[in-house]
């Protein structure tokens, strides 16, 4: 693999081939945004069962240009999500199984000495692909879970003073284990912050259960495969759609008026921070294009309220305490933040 160096200013911008490369793809409309989302989540949904909410938010996040956190017990299917997404949207995809042993370079990559030419070379990480899966991240120790940090939010690495850039798109899944302690190491607030939703998947129901069996046995085999719906540079023109779709100054409000009323709660030491009520905006506006439609609702920013906004919650001792958790938290603003006004949202849908 080839890598050309990034930028290696403060801001932190874009190589020009990334930029390059972004001016041109030709966005896809509404309408085909709407139908290769479908036929993604057809694709998924024909080895991942009973997980329709989340694997729609979790497109909706990518589409949006986001990270996705999976935080749920072991066994649900978390691993096949990221991995069956990934393969559907004709993305390379890598996974890293976290442990406390590794080290940053494992994962962003090292130079390594070559005796042939006697320079250093830079040899890439699992980082540099498409869609870059850290399993189980609250096992590696902190410093490693920083290494994630720059990629994440600046679609770049830095090593030995050198930044580079990485391909686009470039999307991080981490799967973490909530019922564990020992030997975990909680990811710190800033690293929360970088993933746009965290998804819990829940157990399914007993038809869905008796479904995974049976779909494992129909295959013989137990490694679970789904077929590319499209190529990367469909995802990239996806995205580019996704944001040509204009927002009502209304839903713009009504995401600050959400974020800023976790910070008032009582029960809430450190509310979302102004990367939250963007969250919101970008993933109900994501998931407006995946439904068909051209404009944002309250429902969606509704819908991806708890996804968006509750690991972004510092409780109080006292909340935290008495049992209170961040999704009521956010449940409980959701119900108590009045939507804004949908005559102007009504007259959009009836226009021809």
């Known amino acids: ?33 709407a139908s290769f989302g479908a036929d993604v989540l057809a694709r998924v949904e024909s080895v991942v069962v009973g997980m329709r909410e989340p694997l729609e938010i979790a497109l909706a996040t990518v589409l949006a240009g986001g990270h996705v956190l999976f935080e749920d017990v072991p066994g649900l299917g978390k691993t096949l999500a990221a991995r069956s997404i990934a393969s559907a949207v004709g993305l390379d995809f890598r996974r890293l199984q976290c442990t406390p042993d590794l080290l940053p370079s494992d994962i962003t990559g090292s130079f390594v000495y070559v005796p042939s030419t006697a320079e250093f070379e830079f040899r890439p990480g699992p980082v540099f692909t498409g869609l870059f899966l850290a399993d189980e991240i ?33 999307h991080v899944v981490a799967t973490a284990n909530p019922i564990e302690s020992e030997g975990t190491y909680a990811l710190p607030e800033a690293q929360l912050d970088r993933f746009m939703v965290r998804l819990g998947v ?22 679970a495969t789904v077929e590319p719906v499209m190529q990367a540079r469909t995802l990239l023109a996806m995205q580019a759609g996704v944001e040509r ?27 979302a921070s102004p990367r939250g009520s963007q969250g919101l905006l970008l993933v109900a506006r994501a998931l407006a294009v995946l439904a068909g439609r051209d404009f944002v609702i309250p429902d969606d920013v509704k819908r991806v309220a708890v996804p968006v906004l509750a690991h972004r919650l510092t409780l109080t001792v006292q909340a935290w305490t008495s049992g209170v958790s961040a999704s ?13 006004p949908a005559i102007g949202m009504r007259e959009r849908e009836s226009a021809p």
Not at 12 to 26: F, I, L, R
Not at 203 to 213: H, K, N
């Open 1 to 33: 693999m080839t890598l050309e160096p990034a930028p290696s200013s403060s801001g932190g911008g874009a190589s020009p081939a990334a930029t390059s490369a972004a001016e041109d793809v030709v966005p896809l409309s509404v309408e085909e945004v």
């Open 138 to 170: 609250n096992r590696t120790s902190p410093k490693t879970q920083s290494a994630l940090l720059e990629a994440m939010a600046e679609g770049q690495v830095s090593v030995e003073g050198r930044s580079f850039a990485l391909p686009r798109p470039f």
């Open 202 to 223: 829940g157990y399914p129901d007993a038809s869905g259960e008796t479904q995974v069996l049976l779909a494992r046995i129909a295959r013989r085999h137990e490694v």
């Open 245 to 271: 779709v204009d927002v009502d100054p209304d839903i713009a409000a009504y995401c600050v008026a959400l974020a800023s009323a976790t910070r008032r709660h009582r029960s809430v030491e450190v509310g």
């Open 328 to 340: 009521q938290v956010v449940l409980e603003v959701v119900s108590g933040v009045p939507g804004p």
